[in-house]
């Protein structure tokens, strides 16, 4: 299937510090959404992408759409311990008729870890 | 409640054993999305449910995987014969529309953790 390319695996960082994660993929993808997922708990959605090129902040979050449609970004500044958890990026394929459904392709996950 | 609830939370079976989880979607919530999730790995998708209609169930593994809907609220994942590889954790998702733009903002539940021994 599909596959999402995420980068880095996992990141060790000071608070702070400004982190940045990217995503790619072979195929082209209509929107492009990021998660957090905490241990023992489902990912919850941070930032949804709907444009190439769209830029979109969410707090100290900031993630971008990419012009070629087959990558994403985000930018976390000042990081916080809270931040602590993985970070997945996501795509979706827009069906026949320009209608959608939630059924997501996800990256492997990035790890972060912010050490006080 | 207020989010999706999952149970059981954890979940061991011995290989052969068939196993049922549970997914209560959040109260309203027409769109209902099965997604397994391997050690490591982000969660993958399984299956997809319009009110009771399962409109997409292309990511199933196999025939030993089974989901209903049969009220449009309560799902069920049943896994039958289980094996070592279906040890996963089992998410569960729901999205208040259906085929619009905000069909892909999910609500994800806990989640069941499933070993198979």
């Known amino acids: 299937g599909q596959q999402l390319n995420q980068s880095p695996q996992s990141m060790f960082i000071q608070e702070g510090e400004d982190v940045s994660m990217n995503c790619t993929s072979s195929?082209?993808?209509?929107?492009w959404l990021w998660y957090k997922q905490d241990p023992g708990e489902g990912p919850v959605l941070l930032i949804a992408l709907y444009k190439a090129g769209e830029l979109t902040s969410n707090g100290r979050l900031t993630a971008q759409f990419g012009i070629t449609r087959k990558d994403s970004f985000l930018n976390i500044s000042a990081s916080i311990p809270s931040d602590v958890g993985i970070y997945f990026c996501?795509?979706?394929?827009?069906?026949?008729?320009?209608?959608?459904?939630?059924?997501?392709?996800f990256g492997q996950g990035t790890i972060l870890t912010v050490h006080p | 409640g207020a989010g999706v609830s999952q149970s059981p939370r954890y979940k061991v079976a011995k290989r052969g054993q068939d196993v049922a989880l549970r997914c209560d979607p959040i109260?309203?919530?027409?769109?209902l999305f099965w997604y397994q999730q391997a050690l490591g790995q982000g969660p993958e998708f399984l299956t997809y449910?319009?009110?009771?209609?399962?409109?997409?169930k292309s990511g199933l593994p196999s025939d030993r995987f089974f989901a209903e809907r049969p009220e449009g609220s309560v799902s069920t994942l049943k896994i039958q014969r289980t094996q070592q590889e279906d040890s996963a954790v089992y998410l569960c998702?729901?999205?208040?529309?259906?085929?619009?733009?905000?069909?892909?903002?999910?609500?994800f539940g806990s989640g069941t953790q499933l070993s198979v021994l």
């Open positions: 109260s309203g919530h027409v769109s």
């Open positions: 998702a729901s999205s208040p529309t259906r085929d619009t733009r905000d069909n892909e903002k999910l609500f």
């Open positions: 195929s082209i993808f209509n929107t």
């Open positions: 449910f319009q009110n009771e209609a399962q409109l997409d």
């Open positions: 996501a795509g979706q394929l827009l069906r026949a008729g320009g209608t959608s459904y939630g059924k997501l392709t």
